[in-house]
Nanobody, 118 residues
Framework: QVQLVESGGGLVQAGGSLRLSCAASGSILSFSIMGWYRQAPGKQRELVATIRRDSNTAYVDSVKGRFTISRDNAKNTVYLQMNSLKPEDTAVYYC????????????WGQGTQVTVSS
């Protein structure tokens, strides 16, 4: 079973930047599309960005122009570069396939906390 470990979160001031990493125990090429998700306190988990095997990307409107998703297939790692961070970006960030495989809920990692102060 593929396992995903997120890292790179932390506390940052508004306008700052963070680079998140998602390391997979297996080949990320097993998934056609990988995605970054986030869940803020009291809110539903939402999709933030996706990246295809060929590096084609897509973003939710709220982060478009500020976040960049990328992947290194050789390192089995997906990244999320976050610039111009806003307090509303505060959430626990997760990576997983898109769409997330409901039959394998154990694939979800612990996530990495991103806190943006105003």
């Amino acid at each position: 079973q593929v396992q995903l470990v997120e890292s790179g979160g932390g506390l940052v001031q508004a306008g700052g930047s963070l680079r998140l990493s998602c390391a997979a125990s297996g080949s990320i090429l097993s998934f056609s599309i990988m995605g970054w998700y986030r869940q803020a306190p009291g809110k539903q988990r939402e999709l933030v960005a996706t990246i295809r095997r060929d590096s084609n990307t897509a973003y939710v409107d709220s982060v478009k122009g500020r976040f960049t998703i990328s992947r290194d297939n050789a390192k089995n790692t997906v990244y999320l570069q976050m610039n111009s961070l806003k307090p509303e970006d505060t959430a626990v960030y997760y990576c997983n396939a898109f769409p997330p495989p409901l039959r394998f809920p154990e694939v979800w990692g612990q996530g990495t906390q991103v806190t943006v102060s105003s």
